[in-house]
């Protein structure tokens, strides 16, 4: 009689646990192998909200990033085209939520801004290069100061000098 009553409960236990398991395994749509390779890849491109080190939910574990792995998984399997899931994930974390975020609107100043920083590094490099002298160039004459007394010497060196220079 013992084993009668453990045999019901066991079996009423097995039920309970197929009841609470089978709206899991319903929601979970199967894919073909190309939809499966269609949500891996979307999912590569989606970054975990909660993640501070940028992973993707394909590598994450997070509880939030296995539901977003899970809704991509859905919409995969609904149709829905990669744009409009990453619309769906946009609206709903920002576009924070996007490893790859669009090259439009104030995002385009992210994308634009590490160039034109280059160019204005070129031009100024640029400018500065120019400036100088060539090597072959002789620097202009030494006027005296009205604190160096003029030295007659020294101004016929510095004369040949220049001359000499002008020669080669």
């Not at 060539?134 to 004369?159: H, K, M, N, S, W």
Request: aromatic residues 6%.
């Amino acid at each position: 009689m013992a084993s009668t009553s453990h045999r019901r409960r066991a079996t009423g236990l097995l039920f309970c646990l197929l009841l609470m398991a089978s709206p899991a395994l319903a929601a979970a749509p199967t894919l073909t192998p190309q939809q499966e390779a269609r949500a891996e890849a979307i999912g590569r491109n989606l970054r975990c909200p909660l993640c501070d080190t940028g992973e993707s939910i394909a590598e994450s574990r997070s509880d939030i990033s296995v539901k977003m792995r899970a809704s991509v998984r859905e919409q995969v399997a609904a149709g829905r085209s990669d744009g409009q899931i990453y619309d769906y994930f946009a609206q709903r974390y920002g576009n924070f939520v996007l490893l790859d975020p669009p090259k439009q609107g104030r995002n385009l100043l992210l994308w634009g801004a590490p160039l034109a920083a280059l160019a204005v590094g070129g031009a100024v490099l640029w400018g500065f290069l120019g400036r100088r002298r060539p090597a072959g160039e002789a620097a202009p004459a030494a006027v005296p100061t009205p604190e160096e007394p003029f030295d007659t010497y020294l101004a016929e060196v510095r004369r040949q000098t220049r001359r000499d220079g002008d020669k080669a």
